[in-house]
């Protein structure tokens, strides 16, 4: 097992972007950043949660000072000896803090399944068994999509990272990252999510450039879109009426 290990610690604000605000900001965007050492990727990633989803529940909530997830993350489709990263992501007073071991991803599922972490995972490992037997975490959702990250063009204290994510999809079957990167939109066709990751200030040209073309923050969760959206379908299909047969309601009791 690779013995890396990373912490971040940051603010994250989320912005949902039409084609023409997308189109806006890529006028200025240039000037100030490139894309990354890992310029266009696919991602995915499986979110575990308890049987009851009592981890998304609870953001959803959007508490003030906690929240909590744990999933396995992949850049492009995986293989069994591929490394992937097992990773927790934590929101407290929001601040974001990502702490998380890389590892074969054969070696990642065995982890899940028995809630245990090898010891070359030092700390952060222990804090993720420790997570995953106290909550019994299961896969329980697959997402994935097409990002490009940016950075800052002069390094700078500020540790500017912008991601753009695009054709956001997931699946709820087949919750293996060896099966592909397949699934079900969550937005409308050219929409997209930008995340601006800074552990200090926005910087002033890119302040501008949001209020130039209308880009207001978003609270928005790809898992927790998926989950809102199977409690609706379970909402709709708990209304429909009784079948009937025989032109006789079967919810209606005969006497």
Same mark, same amino acid.
């Given at each position: 097992m690779g013995n890396l290990t990373y912490v971040f610690e940051r603010v994250e604000r989320k912005f949902l972007l039409t084609p023409s605000q997308y189109e806006g900001l890529m006028r200025v965007l240039p000037e100030y950043m490139q894309a990354d050492?890992?310029?266009e990727s696919t991602i995915l990633s499986l979110y575990l949660d308890t049987a009851d989803s009592l981890l998304i529940r609870r953001s959803l909530e959007? &508490?003030?000072?906690?929240? +909590?997830?744990l999933r396995l993350r992949s850049y492009g489709v995986p293989g069994d000896g591929d490394n992937v990263f097992l990773e927790m992501k934590k929101k407290v007073q929001?601040?974001?803090y990502k702490r998380r071991i890389c590892l074969p991803l054969d !070696?990642?599922? $065995?982890?899940?399944a028995q809630g245990t972490i090898p010891a070359a995972g030092g700390q952060i490992g222990r804090e993720i068994a420790y997570m995953l037997r106290r909550y019994r975490l299961r896969p329980v959702v697959l997402l994935a999509y097409d990002r490009t990250a940016y950075t800052e063009l002069e390094p700078s204290p500020n540790r500017l990272r912008i991601t753009i994510d695009r054709d956001i999809r997931s699946r709820q079957t087949d919750l293996d990252l060896r099966?592909? $990167?397949a699934g079900e939109s969550l937005l409308a066709p050219g929409m !997209?999510?930008? +995340?601006?990751?800074t552990a200090h200030a926005i910087p002033l040209w890119l302040c501008? $450039?949001?209020?130039q073309n209308e880009? !207001? &923050?978003? /609270?928005? /969760?790809?898992?927790? !879109?998926?989950y809102e959206a199977r409690m609706r379908a379970g909402q709709a299909r708990a209304m429909r009426p009784a079948a009937v047969k025989g032109g006789v309601c079967d919810a209606v009791c005969h006497v």
């Open positions: 050492q890992y310029g959007k &508490p003030v000072y906690y929240k +909590e997830k929001g601040v974001v !070696r990642a599922m $065995a982890c899940l099966l592909g $990167a !997209r999510l930008m +995340e601006i990751k501008a $450039a949001l209020d880009i !207001r &923050p978003t /609270s928005f /969760s790809k898992y927790g !879109r998926v």
